[in-house]
Nanobody
């Protein structure tokens, strides 16, 4: 069974940076696209970025595309999300997710999720 475990969240001031990581197990990581999602209080979960099995990234949220970067390490079975120039509106629980395909699907194409890591950006 797939396991996805996020880490790296925390409290940061506006303009700061954080790097989230997601450690995975229970499936052949190198064959599948992976994504990062977030859910702010009182809002629906939204897609942030996806990375295909070959390392191509797809942005789901215009608000982060020039500030966040997704990457993967197929040797370590991990994905990361580098978040720069953080804003208070980036405050959310961030989740990594597993897609059922090697290429990035739309945000509805993910079927397995981690427990999430809290990111709080203070103004």
């Amino acid at each position: 069974q797939e396991q996805l475990v996020e880490s790296g969240g925390g409290l940061v001031q506006s303009g700061g940076s954080l790097r989230l990581s997601c450690a995975t197990s229970g499936f052949t990581f190198k064959y599948y696209a992976m994504g990062w999602f977030r859910q702010a209080p009182g809002k629906e979960r939204e897609g942030v970025f996806c990375i295909s099995s070959s390392g191509d990234s797809t942005n789901y949220a215009d608000s982060v595309k020039d500030r966040f970067t997704i990457s993967r390490d197929n040797a370590k079975n991990t994905i990361d999300l580098q978040m720069n120039s953080l804003k208070p509106e980036d405050t959310a629980v961030y989740y990594c997710a597993l897609a059922g395909w090697s290429d990035c699907p739309g945000p509805a194409g993910f079927y397995s999720w981690g427990q999430g890591t809290q990111v709080t950006v203070s103004s």
